[in-house]
């Protein structure tokens, strides 16, 4: 069974910094891609970040590029996503998902690419 867990969400002030970690289990970690998701109340969920077990091919949405990084410890099955210099806008609930095709580029930040959810994490960026 694929499972995907999130953890590491909290609340932090503007310009603070945040380390997520998914922790994933029931597939062959390198051979699939990771993505990151975040969805804000009452907005679609949007791709935030991807990464390629295989290949360490990452890509980002333009709003997080040089703020956020991902990358992923095969000894480990977890992906992580570091988060600087945090914004307000950055509110949202994460969410990681698991793509068998194993790839990463800009098609997959859409969530179609996606069979295997978490169940997300929350993280708030309040003064």
């Known amino acids: 069974e694929v499972q995907l867990v999130e953890s590491g969400g909290d609340e932090v002030q503007p310009g603070g910094s945040l380390r997520l970690s998914c922790a994933t289990s029931?597939?062959?970690?390198?051979?699939?891609?990771i993505g990151w998701f975040r969805q804000a109340p009452g907005k679609e969920r949007e791709g935030v970040a991807c990464?390629?077990?295989?290949?360490?091919?990452?890509y980002y949405e333009d709003s997080v590029m040089g703020r956020f990084t991902i990358s992923s410890d095969n000894a480990k099955n977890t992906v992580y996503l570091q988060m600087n210099s945090l914004k307000v806008e950055d509110t949202a609930v994460y969410y990681c998902?698991?793509?068998?095709?194993?790839?990463?580029?800009?098609?997959?930040?859409?969530?179609?690419?996606?069979?295997?959810w978490g169940q997300g994490t929350q993280v708030t960026v309040s003064s």
């Open positions: 029931g597939f062959t970690f390198e051979e699939y891609g």
């Open positions: 998902a698991a793509d068998g095709a194993g790839s990463c580029s800009g098609r997959y930040l859409y969530t179609e690419w996606y069979d295997n």
């Open positions: 990464i390629s077990n295989s290949d360490d091919t990452t």
